[in-house]
């Protein structure tokens, strides 16, 4: 299992009542759409402008990701990803509040409620975090909350500051606003100095683009990376990603509802897939998912299909026989529907099966047991063995590197390093009587705590006396 797995698994632990605080977020999120959906079904069609999608389809993506932040944050309270997505849920719950607030206060009963203007003047640049936040960071940091190395904070925050200035641009725009035209905007500029820093704003644009792609290279090159459980997670993300951009270019050479819908589904995706792949729920493989949609669906239509078949039939063999219709139709299809639902729904499991179910793969029953063999394997082998202490340790303290030298004919031999070969060595500890093994310094500049050269200790000595049980005096033995 990859360092980036290890880092996304152990964070989530099971919740605890100070945890609990992490459900506010979320629960802001559902509350503001909900009453968002409220002021929807009062406003009616009073006032109601064509506008992006269907009234109300902010609450869509709310829902789900408020639903996903809530259970990554109540067992880590500062997963990057969870607070991203607790802060997409609440920027849409605002969305569908701040419209449907500004019409109903603006529209249906005017000047009944306060902050019309200022709500709706923020709801209308509000889109633009999310856009940064789903297109940019996300892909940057998932699954693990970090970045592939420090080079990419470049991107991040270059991307960050070309929103700001955009969200600048957007919310100080002269005239109507974009989602409540009956309401111009409260803090608009110079009409002159707005039409000055377009070119600004599009050169911004195209830095996000640029950022967005960037974000996307760096899922490939975490994917090339990546082993076991983080590679799962990744292809969640991918399939998720691969939705939204087989819709978007459609957005090119189409203008219609549909390809606007088919938009919003393909985004609520993300925070499901990604909620899936970081919480690691196994039982929700995608081929299950896809032969249980199959199966239920199909069985529902045919018993659908049976049951009007049958109340049609029985209608008319008693009109035919009595002149007039009678209740007993729908008693005798009732019937009908019981005796033949065994019959359908084994032949229809059985039918789905045998299309759409995979064959059993016997590496997964063989490989708890082959990894038990493999780590025995590794015990015997000093070198093997040295290398792989050195790889958790490095994951393990977010070190920049490292190296592991074993005695060989009374010298110290190089048997494995991690990182560059210039990097500097910031602490230097005996593998018992076998070698020395040294760490570079931490990521982020931190300093090694006497907690964490405990820890190293502690390793070095448990791998020393495996050392000392396999043999590992005799190291320059060829056959290690």
């Known amino acids: 299992m990859s360092a980036a797995a290890r880092v996304a698994g152990p964070e989530l632990r099971t ?3 100070a945890s609990r605080l992490a459900l506010v977020p979320s629960g802001l999120a559902v509350a503001f759409s909900a009453v968002g959906l409220v002021l929807l079904a009062l406003n009616g069609t009073t006032g109601r402008q064509d506008s992006y999608g269907f009234p109300g389809f902010q609450a869509l993506n709310a829902v789900p990701a408020a639903v996903v932040a809530a259970l990554i944050l109540t067992r880590a309270r500062r997963h990057p990803i969870g607070l991203m997505f607790a802060a997409n849920a609440l920027i849409s719950g605002l969305q569908i509040f701040g419209i449907e607030y500004a019409r109903y206060g603006g529209i249906t ?4 409620l306060p902050l019309v ?3 709706a003047w923020a709801e209308s640049w509000s889109y633009l975090p999310f856009v940064y936040l789903t297109a940019v960071l996300l892909p940057l940091l998932f699954p693990d909350g970090r970045f592939l190395s420090r080079r990419w904070l470049v991107v991040a925050w270059t991307s960050a500051a070309a929103t700001a200035v955009i969200i600048f641009g957007v919310a100080t725009t002269p005239g109507p606003l974009q989602d409540t035209p009956f309401i111009d905007n409260p803090l608009a500029i110079d009409p002159a100095l707005s039409d000055a ?7 911004c644009l195209i830095i996000i683009g640029l950022a967005a792609a960037a974000a996307a290279l760096s899922i490939v090159l975490r994917f090339r990376r990546a082993r076991g459980e983080e590679r799962q997670q990744l292809k ?8 939204v951009g087989a819709v978007l270019p459609f957005t090119i050479v189409f ?9 919003i589904v393909a985004l609520t995706s993300i925070p499901v897939a990604t909620g899936i792949a970081i ?7 995608i081929d299950v998912i896809i032969r249980r949609t199959l199966f239920y669906g199909a069985l529902t239509a045919i018993l659908t299909g049976v049951v009007a078949a049958s109340i049609a039939l029985f209608q008319r063999l008693f009109i035919a026989l009595t002149g007039e219709q009678s209740d007993a139709a729908i008693v005798l299809s009732t019937v009908v529907l019981v005796s033949a639902f065994t019959p359908i729904k084994n032949a229809l499991q059985e039918l789905v099966d045998r299309r759409f179910k995979e064959r059993p793969d016997p590496s997964n029953r063989l490989a708890p047991y082959l990894g038990q063999i493999r780590a025995y394997l ?3 082998q000093p070198r093997a063995l040295a290398s792989r202490l050195l790889d958790e340790l490095v994951a393990a303290l977010d070190a920049g590197g490292g190296a592991v030298y074993l005695n060989e004919g009374g010298r110290a031999v190089l048997a494995h390093r991690v990182g560059d070969e210039a990097v500097a060595i910031a602490l230097t500890l005996p593998l018992g009587t076998f070698g020395t093994l040294a760490l570079g310094p931490r990521r982020g500049g931190q300093a090694y705590a006497e907690s964490d050269r405990m820890a190293v200790r502690d390793a070095l000595d448990v791998a020393a006396q495996a050392l000392a049980l396999s043999g590992g005096g005799r190291v320059g033995d060829t056959r290690s």
């Open 109 to 112: 009963r005017p000047a009944s």
């Open 117 to 119: 203007s200022t709500l």
């Open 255 to 263: 203008s219609s509802k549909i390809v606007e819908y088919a938009i």
């Open 378 to 380: 590794e015990l015997q």
């Open 15 to 17: 919740p605890t009542r």
């Open 279 to 285: 919480l690691r729920y196994r039982l929700y493989e």
């Open 236 to 243: 969640w993300l991918a399939s998720s990603a691969a939705l």
């Open 197 to 203: 820093l377009m070119p600004v704003g599009l050169v």
